[in-house]
């Protein structure tokens, strides 16, 4: 089984900053991007950021200048700097990876979401 393990949430003040880790592990045989959505109350689940295996990066229109994904493809882990938090950007926080596993020889793609982080912004 595939997981992944996010930490770094928390309450901050407005124009804070706060950095998210995300790691996976379990049977992977690649990974081929990570990331982080989030959600806030009421609302549909949206992309913050996106990172591919060769460093190519994705953002949401209102996190760009503020926010940086990066990636250590060694660990397997993701990381989302947030600066010049706003209260908008108050959400559970869910890091998400595009994954190959390997099983009997086939090698197949999966799509794996962590359980969530709060990241709360006060004003």
């Known amino acids: 089984q595939v997981q992944l393990v996010e930490s770094g949430g928390g309450l901050v003040q407005a124009g804070g900053s706060l950095r998210l880790s995300c790691a996976a592990s379990g049977s992977i045989f690649q990974v081929n991007a990570m990331g982080w959505y989030r959600q806030a109350p009421g609302k549909q689940r949206d992309l913050v950021a996106t990172?591919?295996?060769?460093?190519?990066?994705d953002y949401s229109d209102s996190v760009k200048g503020r926010f940086t994904v990066s990636g250590d493809n060694a660990k397997k882990t993701v990381y989302l700097q947030m600066n010049s938090l706003k209260s908008e950007d108050t959400a559970v926080y869910y890091c998400?990876?595009?994954?190959?596993?390997?099983?009997?020889?086939?090698?197949?793609?999966?799509?794996?979401w962590g359980q969530g982080t709060q990241v709360t912004v006060s004003s």
């Open positions: 998400n990876a595009v994954i190959l596993t390997r099983v009997a020889g086939l090698v197949g793609e999966s799509v794996v």
């Open positions: 990172i591919s295996s060769d460093d190519i990066t």
